[in-house]
């Protein structure tokens, strides 16, 4: 049974997240996804969709893990298994065809025996873009955060070494009744500043910030509840080292609001030698 | 009678153009504009619709002129008539909080006298940005065209010296059956190349060309078809010096494709001293 492992680019704005719905949450809402052809769809079950109309039967695609609605992707991973061998050379661009033009994939490979795009993965890394600017972006409203005040990039970076290394994140974790797993690994946060380009014409936006955030893994609402907290240091409300104690609290209370979605990049899934 | 004049951006991505439809044009489709609240607005009416439910009344507004379907803005200038005095201070504000994100009245005041925004202009300034890469661009799809085979820049500028000047441009109105006035003056024609931000994760767009007109005014499609040719020319279909002869055949036939609407921005409108 080959596994084809796909990479996997979608602008998240027009849908209500990766995963695809269970049959529990969309119950209520079944009418009315009957009703209207404007219900927003889950990108796994567009992927879907579309390599069945290739496969012409039923494909389960699994995904490195949930985006969440109105976040995007420059490289998601997911995967799935075929019955019997397929030429995949031509799959990314017959997939590309029946997806919509906020999808796309950018490779199709065969995946080494045993490849799980979720269990296997070592790294993500997430990307967070702020347009910094009195002005509210107008043209990139859904694919970045819009923050008008000054933010110190400085005290951001001073804050977030408090959070490099094994943690219990709780304190940044969905506020949800719901229990999970909280521990996880943060390699490295990385804090850019740059000017908005002159040439291409986004209104307004002379400055861009951009938080890089690799871990082991991530923990629901982490990158968002994170750049929540860090834009609220970088504007002087939160003292950079205030940040050890919200984290030390395990108290989703005590950190800072949960940044928008629109903002978030899934950037890259790394899996170590397979 | 006070004349306002506002100064408006808008991603023209959902909307049918700035114009509003005329009867005539509209009458075959009443039927499904009443059926479906998708069918797309145009943006005078959306900007109309707000200031009526400010001034409690209907108020015209005319524009400096249409742009297409698909078609953004950062500077259209429109005006309006008040039959009393008004406060404008806070009216930008007032109107953009009865208007959809994707328009924004940037600033409004009161003009002198006899002001039109359209008999008035004097001078345009028009956009045109196309993402130059390999990969399609999936995020700013929407705002800008894409071309993936490599353009020379200095060839689509020894083009353009062919346009500059008081010429008719028929060769680059639009090919529809309408007679209309085809002689303008283009005063400059700016054509530049910028790397694709690193930081801003804008996929796969390695380079952007960006080609800027200023013109007396501008014909239907006629920003569109000049870059169409250009683009031609930039990967070698045309030769620089043949526009020359595109533009004296006066024939729309002789000239490139009409690019896409999406990569063009109404960039400025200059009035004279009123």
């Not at 936006?205 to 750049?227: K, T, Y």
């Not at 929540?228 to 050890?244: A, N």
């Not at 609290?249 to 978030?264: F, I, N, Q, T």
Request: proline share 3%.
């Amino acid at each position: 049974m080959p596994i084809i492992k796909l990479n996997i680019a979608y602008d998240g704005t027009h849908y209500c997240g990766w995963q695809r719905q269970t049959a529990r949450h969309t119950s209520s809402a079944s009418h009315q996804s009957l009703a209207t052809s404007h219900q927003k769809k889950t990108i796994q079950e567009t992927i879907e969709d579309a390599l069945q109309k290739i496969f012409k039967k039923k494909i389960k695609v699994e995904g490195s893990g949930r985006t969440d609605a109105g976040v995007h992707a420059l490289a998601q991973v997911a995967h799935f298994k075929l019955d019997k061998p397929f030429d995949i050379t031509k799959l990314a661009s017959a997939v590309n065809a029946y997806l919509p033009k906020d999808i796309s994939v950018i490779s199709a490979e065969e995946a080494v025996k045993g490849f799980h795009s979720r269990f296997c993965a070592q790294r993500k890394i997430y990307r967070y873009c702020i347009a910094n600017s009195a002005a509210k972006p107008l043209f990139v409203r859904h694919l970045s955060s819009w923050v008008r005040y000054p933010i110190s990039i400085a005290k951001m970076r001073r804050a977030s070494k408090f959070l490099l290394g094994r943690h219990d994140f709780k304190s940044f974790q969905a506020s949800d009744r719901v229990i999970r797993k909280s521990i996880t690994h943060i390699y490295k946060i990385g804090i850019k500043k740059s000017r908005g380009s002159g040439l291409f014409p986004f209104i307004g936006v002379s400055n861009w910030v951009v938080i890089d955030i690799e871990a082991s893994g991530f923990l629901r609402n982490m990158v968002r509840n994170i750049v929540g907290t860090l834009v609220e240091v970088g504007r002087g409300r939160i003292k950079p080292q205030d940040v050890k104690n919200i984290l030390t609290k395990k108290d989703r209370r005590s950190a800072g609001p949960c940044a928008p979605a629109a903002g978030l990049y899934l950037m890259d899934v790394r899996y170590g030698r397979l």
